[in-house]
């Protein structure tokens, strides 16, 4: 009887705590109006989607949590994935140097990298083809020396009466003659890599005994393809010289990308402030990666950059949305979902935003901005301990 009334106890006892229970369960409606009235500092923003909560903030409090900010900056484009690219000069500031005539390098001055100015010596070349043009002008300048006499003196002959006017003309063929020779020659040496100091001093000083290579414009050395004891054909090319200005980049980029580029568009090198406009998107595969190659041209920053340097590019797209540029420090997650704080006096405010692109130090969102908005960008972890900390009051 005893085990029955003890039974009978506890069944009794088990109801009543499962009523009590069903008493004092709260509310949800109830209690989120609870706490919409007791914390009046964290409110729901039903005018914007984008703006989940808002806070009171003393500038004291702020100081505290090294909270700082800036302006929003709004763009209409975004940088996209990077792609391999390399730094070029445009054809017409590169030259090639070639050796004019067939002969052996025997000192080579400069070398791959050198900065140049145009007529500084490159190289000298022996060759025996130039011995054989100054003895050839040698010999004409002679040849024409005296033809140059003898039309003086028949001149002054024919004005006296002495000569006749047929011998006159003789003279005066063959100092025409003469002289088509001389300039020919001298031209030949020009071509050559003479200047006329040079050549006039072969009659004095007699024959160089090397050819010299001087550079045609001031530059940088970006190819060398000789070196000392190398011989030479003619016309063969023996250094590449380009002026560092006017400066271009080749891009390989995915054909999958290339309907979303056209002319006009940025593009920006990883790691530095360089910018550069989209001039011509390829039509063709290009064999190394099967891909097209993008040229566009430097218009800002491109001191630093070098010809040939291989470099990252990341070519700008336009939004589809409405987009602000932003510090990666002014971003913040929660339960995978991306936050910003916007500052105002005495109060912050909490937005969700989407990020539309992402660089290294930089990221573009979407969000309901107005254009004189200032975001935290440093103190953000304090900020949402303490929006996170309300949530929990």
């Not at 300048?141 to 004005?159: H, P, S, T, V, W």
């Not at 402030?273 to 218009?299: F, K, P, S």
């Not at 969700?352 to 254009?371: C, D, Y």
Request: net charge negative.
């Amino acid at each position: 009887m005893i085990n029955c009334m003890n039974k009978k106890n506890s069944t009794l006892f088990l109801l009543g705590y499962f009523a009590l229970c069903l008493l004092v369960q709260p509310n949800p409606t109830s209690a989120q109006a609870q706490i919409e009235t007791q914390t009046p500092t964290q409110t729901r923003t039903q005018a914007s989607a984008e703006v989940v909560a808002e806070f009171e903030l003393s500038p004291d409090s702020a100081r505290v949590l090294g909270v700082r900010s800036q302006k929003m900056l709004r763009v209409d484009q975004s940088a996209g994935a990077y792609h391999p690219g390399r730094v070029q000069i445009s054809n017409e500031n590169r030259q090639v140097v070639t050796i004019p005539l067939a002969g052996l390098v025997t000192r080579l001055v400069v070398h791959a990298g050198d900065m140049v100015a145009q007529g500084d010596l490159l190289a000298e070349i022996a060759s025996p083809e130039f011995l054989e043009l100054q003895q050839q002008y040698i010999a004409v300048k002679g040849a024409y020396d005296i033809a140059a006499a003898n039309l003086a003196r028949d001149q002054a002959l024919f004005e006296d009466g002495v000569i006749s006017q047929r011998r006159m003309r003789e003279t005066t063929t063959a100092y025409e003659l003469g002289s088509a020779r001389y300039n020919q020659a001298v031209q030949t040496l020009l071509i050559n890599g003479l200047n006329q100091s040079q050549i006039s001093a072969i009659s004095e000083n007699g024959l160089r005994r090397t050819l010299a290579i001087h550079a045609p414009i001031d530059g940088v050395v970006t190819g060398q393809e000789t070196k000392v004891g190398e011989y030479h054909e003619a016309a063969q090319a023996l250094l590449h010289i380009s002026k560092n200005e006017d400066q271009q980049l080749t891009i390989h980029a995915p054909i999958a990308i290339c309907e979303q580029i056209a002319g006009g568009q940025k593009a920006y090198i990883r790691g530095t402030d360089v910018v550069a406009e989209i001039m011509v998107v390829g039509c063709v595969v290009h064999d190394e990666d099967q891909g097209v190659l993008i040229r566009a041209q430097i218009i800002e920053g491109g001191q630093s950059l070098r010809p040939g340097q291989l470099v990252e590019v990341s070519i700008a797209q336009s939004l589809a949305a409405q987009g602000w540029q932003v510090p990666r420090s002014a971003l913040v997650r929660s339960q995978g979902q991306v936050f910003a704080f916007e500052v105002t006096p005495g109060k912050v405010k909490v937005h969700r935003v989407q990020v539309l692109s992402e660089e290294p130090s930089k990221l573009v969102v979407a969000g309901n901005w107005g254009q004189d908005s200032a975001i935290a960008i440093s103190g953000t972890a304090g900020l949402k301990s303490v929006w996170l900390s309300l949530g929990d009051d």
